[in-house]
């Protein structure tokens, strides 16, 4: 069974930092991609950040050049990086896996909740 789990979140002013963490074991196939997605209030879910075994990464726009998204395959553990961090950026983040071997699909296809194993979600709060 697959677990994830992230942790990183907190309250951060305007342009602040954070970096989460995320944990996942249990996958069931050997190819795969991880990715961030974040649930900002009233918005749809929104892929924002993928990483494939091969280190390729995809971005959405509204992130890219601020977030950085990496893996340490060593320790099982991805990380989102979050710089320059706006109060739009307020929302709850998860971390999963999908059954994908790019990057690129890994973020097209995160934005349904259907795909792929999902944690629990960090909260992350930025203020004005």
């Known amino acids: 069974q697959v677990q994830v789990m992230e942790s990183g979140g907190g309250s951060v002013q305007t342009g602040g930092s954070l970096r989460l963490s995320c944990t996942a074991s249990?996958?069931?196939?050997?190819?795969?991609?991880m990715g961030w997605v974040r649930q900002v209030l009233g918005k749809e879910r929104e892929g924002i950040a993928a990483?494939?075994?091969?280190?390729?990464?995809s971005y959405a726009e509204s992130v890219k050049g601020r977030f950085i998204i990496s893996q340490d395959n060593a320790k099982n553990t991805l990380y989102l990086q979050m710089n320059s961090l706006k109060p739009e950026d307020t929302g709850v983040y998860y971390c999963?896996?999908?059954?994908?071997?790019?990057?690129?699909?890994?973020?097209?296809?995160?934005?349904?909740?259907?795909?792929?194993?999902w944690g629990q979600g960090t909260q992350v709060n930025v203020s004005s």
């Open positions: 999963g896996v999908g059954y994908v071997p790019y990057a690129a699909s890994m973020l097209r296809r995160a934005e349904s909740p259907d795909f792929g194993h």
């Open positions: 990483i494939d075994q091969l280190d390729a990464t």
């Open positions: 249990g996958f069931k196939y050997s190819t795969y991609s």
